[in-house]
């Protein structure tokens, strides 16, 4: 490696970093209520963008692993921007912008997909591909659809959104075609992966279920439509169950299996949870203590992995997973009215009942986090 390579690539991780401040700083404007100086630094996260792409040219000259955490953590910002703005929506107006969630969700999942994908090819000993035209197209698109829906916009918010969820499904499927059209990538998915991918393909299906009515207020939904979410939860809870069974009866337990199962239950949960906090049935602050941990604890596996590590499943995980799906189960039930008139005193509760649901779901949630953190020490270590 040449000295002037050295020290581009210096200077690309410092841009990088501090087009990462830039981002955070958007995210505290946000809750500051200061939506144009928001907006600005948001222009300035997108020049600062376009010089690491094509003046420092970054995609080729950084380490694999390197460019693998600086996407992470530039998907990650980008999310998390968007689901800000999406809160700060949420708690001014009585009606939201549903797409906006919708391309919360998108974003998220195209995070976590990218993320697979690019460390296992890592793993395989091979090289991760540039980004793409469709790659920086979408990139841009978000950038610019943050700066609309921050300065309110109305009139091209749906517009901006919807290319912006395109660009993401072109980018995605640009990004497959190349992994698969490598011979070595075309292996048929296990059942068990694919029980798995079905909670992903079908987490936005439930959104459009939940708000079929175009009302926050899930109490208006039809009895139809209700029971409807209430049953496509129970089906993420069983497929859970079933692909780690069958996984191991099968014989088919794959390193691509123990990353995809906790993603997409990350994927599934914190969508209904977003969901409750439009409905009123969960406080923004648990939420936000729930997504803390998932998105830490997801942190600390990518971690390990980088390192050759497995980071195995804990006891409390399982147990905060199992509260998770039988608290929002709970809920569901309790939001039927029939069901909630069956059941002694729940009616006269159920103003508090959703509430105190999740605030144990949330107090689990941490205590399984701080969990994961402690019996992490070793991993830690290696970069601390």
């Known amino acids: 490696m040449t000295e002037k390579t050295s020290d581009v690539r210096f200077r690309s991780r410092i841009w990088s970093v501090l087009r990462a401040i830039v981002f955070i ?144 499904l072109a980018s995605t499927v640009a990004y497959a075609y190349w992994y698969y059209r490598d011979p070595a990538h075309r292996k048929p998915l296990s059942i068990a992966s694919q029980l798995t991918m079905s909670r992903i393909v079908l987490t936005p299906f439930f959104l459009w279920v939940f708000f079929y009515d175009n009302d926050l207020d899930y109490s208006n939904n039809s009895l139809v439509f209700k029971s409807l979410s209430l049953v496509m939860v129970l089906g993420f809870m069983l497929t859970d169950f079933l692909d780690g069974h069958l996984a191991r009866k099968m014989g088919e337990v794959s390193t691509l299996g123990k990353y995809l199962d906790p993603f997409s239950d990350k994927i599934s949960n914190m969508t209904i949870f977003m969901c409750f906090i439009a409905t009123g049935y969960a406080p923004v602050w648990m939420v936000a203590l729930i997504y803390f941990r998932e998105s830490s604890v997801e942190t600390l596996r990518t971690l390990a992995a980088s390192e050759g590590l497995i980071m195995p499943a804990r006891r409390s995980g399982k147990w905060k997973t199992a509260l998770q799906g039988i608290g929002i189960v709970a809920i569901l039930l309790g939001a039927i009215d029939p069901v909630r008139m069956l059941v002694p005193g729940l009616d006269a509760i159920w103003g508090s009942f959703p509430v105190i649901v999740m605030g144990i779901i949330t107090a689990i949630t941490i205590i399984s986090g701080i969990d994961y953190f402690y019996s992490s020490k070793h991993i830690l270590k290696k970069f601390v």
Not at 87 to 93: G, K, S, T
């Open 25 to 168: 700083c958007v995210i505290i404007f946000i809750w500051n209520g200061m939506a144009k100086t928001a907006c600005s630094f948001v222009a300035i996260a997108l020049i600062m963008g376009w010089v690491n792409l094509y003046q420092l040219r970054s995609q080729e000259i950084e380490k694999p692993y390197y460019r693998l955490w600086l996407n992470v953590v530039d998907g990650f910002l980008s999310f998390a921007v968007m689901t800000s703005i999406f809160i700060r929506d949420l708690m001014q107006n009585d009606q939201t912008e549903k797409l906006l969630a919708v391309g919360c969700v998108f974003l998220l999942a195209r995070l976590i997909a990218h993320s697979l994908f690019s460390l296992g090819v890592l793993r395989e000993g091979k090289s991760l591909p540039r980004k793409r035209r469709w790659s920086k197209l979408s990139n841009i698109a978000i950038t610019i659809t943050m700066g609309v829906y921050l300065l309110n916009l109305e009139d091209y918010q749906q517009i901006c959104m919807v290319t912006s969820i395109l660009l993401i």
